[in-house]
């Protein structure tokens, strides 16, 4: 059966943790091509918006979601357990932490690095098998940097792009714009080294 992307903001158990926004997990969700059968890994999971989604579009695979905050890790469970979604580990951790005894992976989402993306790219690139996605986002410019600057010298090759969305918003008998934050989307594909 074939899931489309998309689940309302609203459906999300989301106290005061950042969340990828529904426009952004769409696109995000599409560059990684997530499978029935994929094994995904989403790094700086927030809320698990990704985490969800990525592990009700492959009821055959798995999800992992890493997470350095007790309260992000306990909405991620509490959204867990609303979507009845069974295929998905919580790994309570600062990436790369919690990377190191992972299996071979189909594709790894960043939505949060803490300052650590050398690193944790280091880790995603030995954990991806060849022909894996890699996405990344970044709602500062220093981040969308640090994406290109550590790419380079990888075996990956990738593309980027720059997201605006806004949202209509009922102003009486009109509708205005409500703009989101921009945000830097870059996926990358392994190559043979």
Same mark, same amino acid.
């Given at each position: 059966?074939?899931?489309?992307?998309?689940?309302?903001?609203?459906?999300?158990?989301?106290g005061d943790v950042p969340m990828t926004k529904k426009e952004i997990r769409m696109v995000v969700m599409n560059a990684a091509r997530v499978e029935?059968?994929?094994?995904?890994?989403?790094? %700086?999971?927030?809320?698990?918006?990704?985490?969800i989604e990525a592990a009700i579009a492959a009821p055959k695979g798995h999800v992992y979601a890493i997470e350095r905050f007790e309260k992000a890790t306990d909405l991620i469970r509490q959204n867990q357990e609303k979507f009845g979604v069974k295929n998905l580990t919580i790994i309570e951790a600062k990436a790369p932490? %919690?990377?190191e005894d992972l299996s071979e992976l189909d594709a790894v989402i960043i939505g949060g690095?803490? %300052?650590?993306?050398?690193t944790i790219m280091d880790e995603a690139t030995r954990l991806l098998k060849v022909g894996g996605r890699l996405v990344v986002t970044a709602v500062t410019m220093?981040?969308?940097y640090t994406i290109l600057k550590e790419l380079k010298g990888r075996p990956y090759t990738y593309?980027?792009?720059?997201?605006?969305?806004s949202r209509?918003?009922?102003? %009486?008998?009109y509708h205005l714009l409500n703009?989101?934050?921009p945000i830097f989307i870059v996926t990358a594909v392994k190559q043979e080294a």
């Open positions: 059966m074939r899931h489309f992307f998309g689940i309302e903001d609203e459906e999300f158990i989301r029935e059968d994929s094994v995904v890994l989403d790094v %700086g999971a927030g809320t698990g918006s990704i985490s932490e %919690g990377m690095s803490a %300052g650590g993306m050398g220093e981040t969308g593309e980027g792009f720059q997201m605006q969305v209509f918003r009922k102003a %009486g008998p703009p989101l934050s």
